[in-house]
Nanobody
Framework: QLQLVESGGGLVQPGGSLRLSCAASGSIFSINAMGWYRQVPGKQREWVAIMTSGGTTNYANSVKGRFTISRDNAGNTVYLQMNSLKPEDTAVYYC????????WGQGTQVTVSA
């Protein structure tokens, strides 16, 4: 079964940066649209960024201009570069296809706090 493993989260001060990675057990991201999502306890998971198989990107308004989604050429790793982080970006971040069809991974915790 295809697995997704997110990494790169951590504690960062407001205004700081983090780069998240998502590794898939197969080369799926080059042929499927994929996305980053996040979830805060007690709230629904929300999409953050999407990249189509052709490379077109789209971002939630809350992160536009600060976050960048990308993938490696092999198509089995997707990244989320997060700059100018805000406390409201604190969440567990997940990757998945877009729409999300795969079993969710464990996610990676991002905490933005002074």
């Amino acid at each position: 079964q295809l697995q997704l493993v997110e990494s790169g989260g951590g504690l960062v001060q407001p205004g700081g940066s983090l780069r998240l990675s998502c590794a898939a057990s197969g080369s799926i991201f080059s042929i499927n649209a994929m996305g980053w999502y996040r979830q805060v306890p007690g709230k629904q998971r929300e999409w953050v960024a999407i990249m189509t198989s052709g490379g077109t990107t789209n971002y939630a308004n809350s992160v536009k201009g600060r976050f960048t989604i990308s993938r490696d050429n092999a198509g089995n790793t997707v990244y989320l570069q997060m700059n100018s982080l805000k406390p409201e970006d604190t969440a567990v971040y997940y990757c998945n296809l877009s729409p999300a069809k795969l079993t969710w991974g464990q996610g990676t915790q991002v905490t933005v706090s002074a």
